[in-house]
């Protein structure tokens, strides 16, 4: 194993940490010592991979955002029509953002930090951007597929930022107050919005 891969591995041991401290308190509570105790390292070790809290914070957006990401897109690779795409993806944001609590927990977390930290906030607008580009070509490959006379009067993006904010409040509210929800009627709705 060479030492970048070593480096690496460390530097994934450190954001696992991060996640448990965040699924379990509150960002503005948890210190570089919490994490290097979660992860098993003292401080200063924590701090030769990771020389501030924003880079360790930074890492972790890329590596949970980037996870996201790929495993969505994914899910959607090979030869699916449009109304098995929106299928998926609806069924995918339920299970990331709705079914998983700790997934929300971490990202109202980020969210916070963001309104504190301006270099967080850049980077979590590009992931609600990158997230809302992806709902969106789902709905223009559904719409592409139905004559225009049965279209929405709604464009895709105004559409995708409507699933977006269901998806993620949806996962928000769980978590905070569970209630017995049907999650194939959520799914349902969603996808009805993807094929406009």
Avoid: W
Wanted: proline share 2%; charged share 30%.
């Amino acid at each position: 194993m060479d030492k970048q891969e070593k480096i690496r591995k460390k530097k994934i041991i450190i954001l696992d940490a991060l996640k448990q401290c965040l699924q379990q308190d509150v960002y503005s509570r948890i210190t570089v010592q919490d994490v290097a105790d979660e992860a098993g390292f003292s401080k200063g070790g924590l701090l030769h991979y990771f020389p501030t809290k924003e880079e360790m914070y930074l890492e972790l957006m890329e590596y949970i955002f980037n996870d996201i990401q790929y495993d969505h897109r994914e899910v959607l690779k090979g030869n699916l029509e449009s109304k098995e795409k929106a299928s998926i993806s609806a069924l995918y944001g339920i299970e990331r953002f709705i079914l998983d609590t700790s997934t929300i927990r971490i990202f109202i977390n980020l969210v916070m930090y963001a309104y504190e930290e301006e270099k967080i906030m850049i980077r979590l607008r590009q992931f609600i951007r990158q997230h809302l580009e992806l709902y969106q070509n789902i709905i223009d490959d559904a719409r592409s597929d139905i004559p225009s006379r049965r279209k929405s009067d709604f464009d895709a993006e105004f559409t995708a930022r409507i699933a977006q904010m269901i998806v993620l409040s949806t996962g928000l509210f769980e978590s905070i107050d569970p209630v017995p929800m049907d999650t194939m009627n959520v799914m349902k709705y969603i996808i009805s919005l993807f094929k406009g």
